[in-house]
């Protein structure tokens, strides 16, 4: 069993956008502007933006951070947005969900240019995806697509189950699993919280990806000899022996699971890091796009 390590590889990337950086401003180019808004003080996305900012630091990025009011109504969320699409020092921007109930979501993330959608949320990227078309790619799919090309996972031909049907992860994973090239070319089947008899399918399973967020889902039972796990789920389970008085743990039941896997993602440590860098990588494929237009 290996442990498919996004902390190490998170890094690596890191490390290399840092050099492209790192000469970009030896030539005395721009370098890469990544912003974010965040509504309201939810716990989980405070934590997620401060490791982004600190991220931005550590590469040479600069970064803007947008903290806006709870209270904050939609017509001036969608104002912030505006300025951001039409400001050219910003190269990429994300809208940190969730979002607080008056404001629409759907309504948010059609608000943000295709070209500064770093996320990879709007329907246009999403279409493109869809299509095989250059564009930019979920910045959690594209973190497991690349610690499967980094760890050279064997996927062509293989039977790949995807548990959840998000539109962030579960759908556009079962997407990219399918398409053609590496890693793609796999038979993909896409199961969700009504899908019957599961056990049955996840035992047939070469690859699972689980995007549930229940806890401890994927039982050893559930899965064949040498499967690969890449777990997505994170929840915060309260423990009070803790001195968070929390504990992280994802979809899949480790310790047993991990014995029958052949490659496995650990939470935290996995999925995570990966997301960060993804997004920085998209970020600096923005702003090539946008000195390719200049």
Do not use: W
Request: glycine content about 8%; hydrophobic content about 40%; charged content about 25%.
């Amino acid at each position: 069993m290996e442990i498919l390590d996004g902390k190490k590889v998170s890094n690596q990337i890191k490390e290399e956008i840092a050099a492209q950086v790192a000469q970009m401003k030896a030539n005395g180019e721009k370098v890469p502007h990544l912003a974010a808004i965040l509504v309201g003080n939810d716990g989980a996305s405070l934590t997620y933006v401060g490791s982004k900012v600190r991220s931005c630091e550590r590469i040479g990025f600069e970064s803007t951070l947008v903290q806006m009011p709870n209270t904050t109504s939609e017509i001036e969320l969608l104002k912030k947005i505006k300025e951001l699409n039409e400001n050219d020092d910003i190269d990429g921007f994300i809208v940190q969900l969730p979002l607080p109930p008056q404001i629409d979501e759907q309504k948010v993330l059609l608000a943000v240019h295709p070209d500064k959608d770093v996320d990879g949320f709007h329907p246009m990227n999403f279409g493109k995806m869809a299509l095989d078309m250059s564009t930019f790619i979920p910045a959690t799919p594209f973190g497991i697509l690349e610690l499967l090309d980094r760890y050279q996972v064997e996927t062509q031909g293989k039977h790949t189950v995807v548990i959840g049907r998000s539109h962030i992860v579960g759908r556009p994973m079962s997407i990219l699993m399918g398409r053609k090239g590496f890693p793609g070319n796999s038979t993909v089947t896409l199961t969700h919280s009504r899908t019957k008899n599961i056990s049955q399918i996840t035992t047939q399973a070469d690859i699972i990806i689980s995007a549930l967020g229940v806890p401890g889902f994927l039982k050893a039972e559930m899965v064949k000899d040498d499967v690969v796990i890449i777990d997505v789920g994170i929840t915060r389970v309260p423990d009070e022996t803790k001195a968070k008085g929390y504990y992280i743990t994802g979809d899949v039941d480790f310790e047993n699971v991990s014995k029958k896997a052949s490659y496995i993602t650990p939470v935290p440590g996995g999925v995570g890091p990966m997301t960060i860098a993804m997004l920085l990588k998209n970020t600096l494929l923005a702003r090539e796009r946008h000195r390719s237009r200049a």
